[in-house]
């Protein structure tokens, strides 16, 4: 039995690179819709979220002179390309998604409209909100809060390159240890970096668990939704 009804998957689009430089991996890219079908196979609604730092990252470009909201919607511009391949690769593998974007795109995708996003996953179809908020100046993690708190999931489930949320950046100290569980005011108290501070804030006001697990490890993502012990719980 699943441990949830409906989640927000926020899948890292850095990972999507596999072992190449950039871009997709098309064998990443499988892999992952694979563990995504297991889960809605489950019964599970399913929306995801997925970033774009494997084309696009908006601070880069601000860091070499690029004006910042300019980067940025460059950056959103590539989570709607990786929001493509997501939903073309479950075509693939027999799934129905539905892409919708935050920003007006519309030759190319529907708009983001909530009523119609909930339509889709009542009717069982996978949801991936596009284009992140919409706004410069903000992270898909935030749009992965932002959207998680619209439809009503029950929890925010964050794939990431990392297996939880650590006592300090463990690709910088190797000395740093998982929590299990972490509440929002001890988490954001000790600036933990695993989820920036808007994202965390507004999971936080909402009272909208968060979930940190890799999105490297086989069978992760199914063992969260069982509510088995994987990955740190981030709670009220
Ligand atoms: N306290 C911490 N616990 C875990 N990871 C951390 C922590 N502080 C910083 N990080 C870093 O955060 C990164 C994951 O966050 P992020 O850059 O948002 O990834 P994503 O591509 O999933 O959006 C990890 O690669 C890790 O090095
Ligand atoms: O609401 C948003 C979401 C994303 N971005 C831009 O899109 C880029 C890619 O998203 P993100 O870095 O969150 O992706 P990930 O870390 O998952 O690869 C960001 O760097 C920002 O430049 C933005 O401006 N507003």
Not at 21 to 29: C, D, E, L, V
């Amino acid at each position: 039995m699943p441990a949830h009804k409906r989640i927000l998957l926020k899948l890292s689009g850095e990972a999507l690179m596999g072992d190449d430089a950039y871009g997709i991996n098309r064998a990443t890219i499988v892999r992952m819709v694979q563990e995504v079908r297991e889960i809605t196979q489950l019964g599970v609604e399913v929306a995801v979220v997925i970033g774009g730092g494997n084309i696009f990252r908006g601070v880069a470009g601000g860091s070499v002179g690029m004006d910042r909201a300019t980067a940025d919607y460059m950056g959103m511009l590539a989570t709607v390309m990786n929001s493509l391949a997501l939903a073309d690769t479950m075509r693939q593998e027999g799934m129905t998604a539905r892409v919708m974007s935050a920003i007006a795109i519309e030759q190319v995708v529907e708009p983001y409209v909530r009523p119609k996003a909930l339509q889709y996953l009542e009717e069982g179809k996978v949801v991936i909100f596009a284009a992140g908020t919409g706004n410069p100046f903000f992270t898909t993690d935030t749009a992965a809060a932002l959207r998680g708190a619209e439809i009503g999931a029950e929890i925010v489930l964050k794939a990431t390159k990392v297996d939880g949320v650590y006592t300090a950046d463990p690709k910088k100290d190797p000395s740093a240890t998982r929590y299990t569980r972490i509440s929002f005011d001890e988490a954001i108290t000790k600036n933990l970096q695993v989820l920036d501070a808007t994202a965390f804030a507004l999971c936080r006001d909402q009272k909208l668990p968060i979930k940190v697990f890799s999105i490297f490890k086989p069978g992760a993502l199914k063992r969260v939704v069982l509510g088995e012990d994987e990955g740190t719980l981030v709670h009220v």
